[in-house]
């Protein structure tokens, strides 16, 4: 039960949690604020670059493709049911997610804090947010279905470990210049 709930929230952010380990692989070049300050500091700062919002965004809608075509296998080996990905919903989770990403650097740097500063909680989670907001603005019936309440309960839950651990893991890599 349990262990069918979490199997059920991974598959179904899958395609929200890669746009963010792309989006590191592939940033760089122009900043989505073109360098534009409010009051002071960046609207966003040049962690936001519109060539990794693009490429996270692919990258996401790539995962639901192929997560589609082995739902099959995947939820016999399983024994669960797991959903498929219409494109409209691939693509809400994949760009809802950059979006929850961007709007959390927007926050941070109203409130002071530079690029690459953390902000517990809010690095963990603002994409989770921006994911679930816009498949449920998008494709309300999926969503009702898929994200049950304790679905969502075990995203909340399971993210920020998950996420913590790739980004401890790029940071070894060298990957990226902090830890969270
Ligand atoms: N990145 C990007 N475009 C995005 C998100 C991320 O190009 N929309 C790239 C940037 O190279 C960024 C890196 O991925 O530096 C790590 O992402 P993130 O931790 O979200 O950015 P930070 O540099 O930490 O900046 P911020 O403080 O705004 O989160
Ligand atoms: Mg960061």
Sequence with gaps: MIASTIATALWAMGPA??????????????????????RGRRLLGDGKTWR???????????LALVLNAV????????????PTFPISVALALAAGAMAGDVGASF????????????FPGLDQLDFVVGALAAVFVVAPGWAGDVF???VVVAV???TPVLHLGT????YAAGLKSEPW
């Design 17 to 38: 949690y890669v746009p963010n380990n792309a989006a590191v692989l592939a940033g760089g070049g122009d900043p989505i604020d073109g360098g534009r300050e409010w």
């Design 52 to 62: 990794g919002s693009a490429a996270g965004t692919l990258a996401g809608v790539a």
């Design 71 to 82: 739902v099959g296998p995947a939820s016999g080996a399983l024994g669960v049911s797991l």
């Design 107 to 118: 926050l941070k740097r109203r409130v002071g804090r530079e690029r690459g500063a953390s």
């Design 148 to 150: 049950t309440p304790l």
């Design 156 to 158: 909340v839950v399971v």
């Design 167 to 170: 980004n401890i893991v790029a």
